[in-house]
């Protein structure tokens, strides 16, 4: 057997884009979690205030989940040049198309944990 350590995916919503994203070991998932954790019980927490000091805490956190994600989970990412440069994984986070940022977390999320259909059945 040949297990492959990452998943390529071509970007839906910038065609032409690559990128790689570690798939789930043992130790990932517990290091992943670790870093979520905190931050996800904070996201919680402001989520559900009606006051916009917390939503917008809320967002922020969001955001930050979005980049631990991104840390942890992306291995390689082709076909994107930003400012003229080859991008990595810090040029993505720091200069790059948010909504590519997006796509990549959730892909990065879908690979570690289970989808909501998943949970349920």
């Given at each position: 057997?040949?297990?492959?350590?990452?998943?390529?995916?071509?970007?839906?919503?910038?065609?032409?884009?690559?990128?790689?994203?570690?798939?789930?070991?043992?130790s990932?998932?517990?290091?992943?979690?670790?870093?979520?954790?905190?931050?996800?019980?904070?996201?919680?927490f402001?989520?559900?205030?009606?006051?916009?000091?917390?939503?917008?805490?809320?967002?922020?956190?969001?955001?930050?989940?979005?980049?631990?994600?991104?840390?942890?989970?992306?291995?390689?990412?082709?076909?994107?040049?930003?400012?003229?440069?080859?991008?990595?994984?810090?040029?993505?986070?720091?200069?790059?198309?948010?909504?590519?940022?997006?796509?990549?977390?959730?892909?990065?999320?879908?690979e570690?944990?289970?989808?909501?259909?998943?949970?349920?059945?």
């Amino acid at each position: 057997m040949n297990y492959q350590s990452t998943v390529r995916s071509e970007s839906q919503s910038f065609p032409g884009v690559w990128f790689e994203i570690k798939r789930l070991s043992l130790s990932g998932r517990l290091e992943l979690l670790r870093l979520v954790r905190r931050e996800g019980r904070d996201l919680e927490f402001h989520s559900a205030s009606d006051e916009m000091a917390d939503q917008l805490r809320a967002r922020e956190i969001a955001a930050s989940i979005q980049a631990i994600y991104i840390r942890w989970g992306l291995d390689r990412i082709e076909g994107l040049c930003i400012d003229g440069e080859a991008a990595n994984r810090d040029s993505l986070l720091d200069k790059g198309p948010e909504a590519l940022c997006t796509e990549i977390a959730e892909a990065i999320r879908s690979e570690c944990f289970l989808s909501e259909t998943e949970r349920k059945n």
